[in-house]
């Protein structure tokens, strides 16, 4: 039986989104033989939690939304796209779980963005009004090479590109981390303007990595694309719950 990765909606609201975004995640996950478990956003937090006790690891997908700058305590100013409820709510429960039962995750764009708010981290609403960035981090969906990233020595995602210093990668976000949340490390930026494009949980035995680019448009093109869903996919292969602590369990 091949691993099962949980996978949310994009959104709740934009269904065209939806049709077009989710194909290269499912794609890609089959490739490398898992089977994507698509999670509605319309679903009880009961339902949910039915769900995510059958699968083995957790994909966090982009999405056109913004996550609502008041769970990091800022003002929503006027670029920032609108917020995603439905979206926020069955993430948080995503996140909770992986991050009870240790169960790896690969957050991509806004999924990234997510996990950071939710390890109480700060995002930069809009990289432009911010004065942040001197390239366009949103270019065309067809441009796979819009910048080169900077990796750090030492870091998982360096071992993947094969020790690379520096790779490639594709770009569609208007959003990114400010202030890195709890635990988390910066792992390649994009040595441009220095906006952070990965983070890896600084932990022995929790896999779990944040990319700011779209590995999954790029899976047939791109080594790097590949490496980061092959090692995914196979961490949550070896994945098993966590022991009860014999206390605990006592306790009971």
């Known amino acids: 039986m091949s691993v099962r990765i949980g996978i949310p909606v994009p959104t709740s609201i934009d269904t065209d989104y939806n049709t077009r975004a989710l194909p290269p995640y499912l794609q890609a996950l089959q490739s490398v033989g898992a089977t994507p478990i698509l999670i509605s956003l319309d679903d009880k937090p009961a339902d949910v939690a039915r769900i995510l006790a059958t699968v083995q690891g957790v994909l966090l997908p982009g999405s056109k939304f913004d996550v609502d700058p008041q769970k990091y305590g800022a003002e929503k100013i006027p670029v920032c ?42 995002l930069i609403q809009d990289l432009s009004t911010a004065g942040k960035t001197q390239i366009n981090h949103a270019p065309e969906r067809t441009i796979l090479e819009a910048h080169p990233i900077r990796i750090t020595s030492g870091s998982l995602i360096s071992s993947l590109a094969g020790g690379a210093a520096e790779d490639q990668v594709n770009s569609s976000h208007h959003q990114a981390l400010l202030a890195p949340g709890n635990n988390l490390r910066v792992t390649a930026i994009s040595p441009i303007d220095e906006v952070i494009e990965a983070v890896e949980l600084e932990s022995p035995d929790h896999w779990v990595m ?6 999954e448009r790029t899976y047939t093109t791109s080594a790097l694309s590949r490496a980061l869903f092959s090692a995914f996919v196979h961490t949550a292969e070896g994945w098993k719950p966590r022991a009860i602590h014999e206390s605990v369990a006592m306790a009971q």
């Open 210 to 215: 944040g990319i700011q680019w779209h590995p």
């Open 81 to 122: 796209n609108p917020a995603d409820p439905a979206r926020e709510a069955v993430e948080e429960l995503l996140l909770q779980d992986a991050f009870n039962l240790h169960k790896p995750i690969l957050a991509i764009c806004y999924g990234i963005q997510s996990l950071n708010v939710w390890l109480n981290g700060t």
